[in-house]
């Protein structure tokens, strides 16, 4: 079973590699090259996170969050 530790290290991964932030984004990639099924919610709960850490900028809506060059 993968932990929420190993989520948000993938999740991060995923988002510096497509420079591209979103719940959906994460949900298809984590799903289709992982085989992890996670919610919306969990999604979010991720970006959230990575917000926190500065691997993203805030939430801006269906705009997805932005990659800070300083996550590259």
Do not use: C, K, N, W
């Not at 085989?35 to 993203?56: C, K, M, S, W």
């Amino acid at each position: 079973m993968t932990d929420r530790v190993d989520l948000l290290a993938l999740a991060a991964t995923l988002v510096r590699q497509t420079r591209h932030g979103s719940p959906s984004m994460l949900m298809r990639r984590i799903g289709q090259d992982h085989g992890i099924r996670i919610t919306f919610e969990t999604a979010r709960g991720l970006l959230a996170q990575l917000h926190e850490a500065g691997v993203v900028g805030p939430d801006r809506g269906s705009l997805g969050h932005v990659v800070l060059p300083t996550a590259a």
